[in-house]
């Protein structure tokens, strides 16, 4: 894959939203850091395989945890420059277990059903109001085979601090309180066995557009399709 530096355009109210940056100018890790704690945790001990879809992938905080555990991951995101990056800073021993597809996450997926043995999907969903999550969801349970998986985090009681005190709020942002999402959640995913976990997130997010400190707390979803 061919490096792309040019920034991708957040259109908010069309729920598009990128960072506006060219992500080659950010170093090798995720411009979000190394990932949450328990996350990771969930990550290493849980038992995942076959062929997974990472959605809405960004830059790959996660990525690499899954290439190690599964058999091929195909990656996914509107901003082509995040999915280049990713691609460039995954280990070279991996990347024949690596594939990315461009496409905007408020559409139909451009994949099969029952494709996919698992899908997994950080830090984007909570950006969206109940009735695209719910066309989000059932495109997710789409292309999932039976008994597949899927893992995902929801943030809540979000606040973003920009460097001059001032709060960050995108536009038309739900702003979930935990108990709305467990609620929206399991409504979601009614004909899934699920299990919730809950974790704390603060992170200074210094090289999106514009930098800002992240304070939320966050629920850790993992379902089983039956």
Request: one cysteine or more.
């Amino acid at each position: 894959m061919r490096k792309i530096t040019k920034p991708c355009e957040s259109k908010e109210s069309k729920y598009i939203f990128s960072e506006g940056i060219n992500y080659f100018k950010t170093g090798n890790i995720s411009i979000w850091g190394s990932g949450d704690k328990k996350t990771l945790d969930v990550l290493k001990r849980i038992k995942i395989k076959g062929k997974w879809l990472n959605l809405a992938a960004g830059d790959g905080r996660y990525n690499l945890y899954l290439l190690k555990k599964v058999d091929f991951v195909i990656v996914s995101d509107i901003d082509k420059g995040a999915l280049s990056k990713l691609w460039h800073t995954t280990p070279l021993k991996y990347r024949h277990k690596l594939d990315t597809k461009i496409f905007d996450i408020n559409n139909k997926f451009p994949f099969h059903d029952n494709l996919f043995d698992g899908v997994f999907c950080t830090g984007v969903l909570h950006l969206f109001p109940k009735k695209i999550l719910r066309k989000i969801v059932s495109e997710i349970d789409r292309i999932l085979k039976p008994k597949g998986r899927v893992i995902i985090d929801f943030a809540t009681n979000i606040k973003r601090t920009l460097p001059n005190g001032k709060l960050l709020v995108f536009d038309s942002e739900p702003l979930y309180s935990l108990s709305e999402a467990k609620e929206i959640l399991k409504k979601l995913f009614k004909n899934y066995r699920i299990k919730m976990y809950e974790s704390k997130f603060v992170e200074d997010v210094k090289k999106s557009n514009p930098p800002y400190v992240m304070n939320c707390k966050f629920i850790i979803l993992i379902a089983d399709k039956k």
